[in-house]
């Protein structure tokens, strides 16, 4: 695992943004993950941004989203349907029928997990996957837990999780209680992964992935495994680190 310390969140945009952009002109059909959060908020503007410029076409790129919660219509605003269209499908020429997210509305949910993964497969496999991570570690919506997880699946957000993203709902008893996710395996299989953080609040969780031990209840440590991940942090994200 790779740790770049960087003074901005631009510097962090423009470096993350390369590397997307890059993949794409290398090979315009890759399969790119994407991630939802104030994180990678940044480095979306930069695409745009080259996009506009006509320095690089989407048109077939691939996407996978991470996560997306249960229970909410894909119209609604807080829906991560909605903020990548926002922030990202909606203004540069992906073709919609490129776009791949899970469905947190599934009526099997094991079933959907298997179709991602077929999906996911017949794409070419992630070539670059962009991640944030959570104050408590959680990667996606792979919250603290026993185990590591495989396959993508429901799961219940933590208070942590619903404490950080309450803000966005207007309260947390209007936010969704579940989620569905990509598992920690099916992130680990990306070839390339990129996680995005920045500010003091996410230092702890940061020393926690980088200088602790490979643990489930950081989910993030398991990038220590792969063989090509790399944190782009700010100064205040890396205050922690040994
Ligand atoms: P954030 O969320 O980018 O909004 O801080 C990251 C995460 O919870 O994974």
Redesign the pocket.
Same mark, same amino acid.
Request: hydrophobic share 40%.
């Given at each position: 695992m790779k740790v770049m310390i960087y003074k901005t969140a631009e510097e962090i945009a423009e470096a993350v943004g390369r590397i997307i952009i890059k993949r794409v002109a290398d090979e315009p059909t890759s399969a790119i993950g994407f991630?939802?959060?104030?994180?990678?908020?940044p480095t979306y503007e930069y695409i745009v941004n080259e996009f506009n410029k006509g320095n690089i076409s989407f048109k077939d790129m691939k996407t996978f989203n991470l996560d997306e919660y249960c229970d909410l219509p894909v119209e609604d605003i807080n829906s991560y349907h909605y903020f990548m269209n926002e922030n990202l499908f909606g203004k540069i020429d992906v073709n919609p029928e490129n776009i791949n997210f899970l469905d947190g509305n599934a009526e099997d949910y094991d079933k959907e997990s298997q179709r991602y993964a077929e999906a996911i497969k017949n794409a070419g496999g992630i070539k670059v996957q962009i991640?944030? $991570?959570? *104050?408590n570690g959680?990667?996606?919506?792979n919250e603290p837990a026993d185990e590591f997880t495989d396959e993508a699946f429901k799961v219940k957000l933590t208070q942590s999780?619903r404490d950080?993203?309450a803000k966005y709902f207007g309260g947390e008893e209007k936010m969704p209680k579940y989620a569905m996710t990509m598992g920690i395996g099916s992130i680990m299989r990306a070839k390339e992964i990129v996680l $995005?953080? *920045?500010?003091e609040?996410?230092a702890k969780a940061i020393a926690a992935a980088v200088n602790g031990e490979v643990t489930p209840q950081c989910p993030a440590s398991v990038l220590q495994n792969h063989p090509n991940a790399t944190l782009f942090i700010d100064e205040a994200a890396a205050s922690l680190l040994k």
């Open positions: 991630a939802t959060g104030a994180s990678p908020v991640l944030g $991570i959570g *104050t959680h990667i996606g919506f999780t950080s993203n $995005i953080a *920045t500010g609040a996410k």
